[in-house]
């Protein structure tokens, strides 16, 4: 299972823009989206397991709390308290060391699926990124050709000279 900081780090190097080579990350997109979007749906798989599992857990506690289970779990761990009323058991259950422990679980779920989501948010927004980078460039191109209109040789590799 991926953590958060793991998850923080993968992006932390994937983020970055490679401002000469913006064609190549132009065409790294769809890897980094397929990349992340897998980790995302990871996630929630994981998550989705984890509330399955929370909801049989809750079950199988409601029966031990209120005196109800096989009498074997009670050989094994005894629960000397016959509890009443539903808001009794409820509240055992809610606070069983398992049942924490799987809510744990499930929220740290919630923080990494934020920052999954928050990285595919961002490479959906990449293309207008680079875009811009690439329009910069031929803006600040344009100025270096306007700024030497004097320049008797050629410029770059576009093939434009300047005249005297």
């Given amino acids: 299972m991926i953590t958060h900081e793991q998850l923080l780090s993968m992006w932390e190097e994937d983020a970055g823009i490679d401002k000469v080579n913006l064609d190549r990350e132009a065409t790294n997109i769809p ?6 979007l897998t980790i995302l749906l990871d996630i929630r ?15 199988e506690k409601e029966l031990y709390y209120s005196g109800q289970a096989n009498p074997k779990d009670y050989k094994d761990k005894p629960f000397d308290l016959k509890l009443k009323t539903k808001a009794g058991v409820e509240k055992h ?6 049942v924490v422990d799987l ?6 779920m919630d923080i990494l699926l934020e920052g999954a ?6 490479i959906k927004w990449r ?5 811009s980078a690439i329009d910069w460039a031929r803006f600040t191109l344009s100025l270096i050709h306007i700024s030497e209109p004097t320049r008797p040789e050629r410029i770059g590799g576009w093939g434009v000279w300047v005249v005297k």
């Fill in 45 to 59: 798989a994981k998550k989705i397991a984890y509330n399955h599992k929370l909801e049989e857990l809750k079950k």
């Fill in 31 to 36: 890897k980094l989206h397929h990349k992340y």
């Fill in 93 to 98: 259950v809610n606070t069983d060391p398992e």
């Fill in 103 to 108: 809510l744990k679980k499930i929220e740290y």
């Fill in 127 to 131: 293309n207008s990124s680079i875009k």
């Fill in 117 to 122: 989501n928050h990285i595919l948010e961002q």
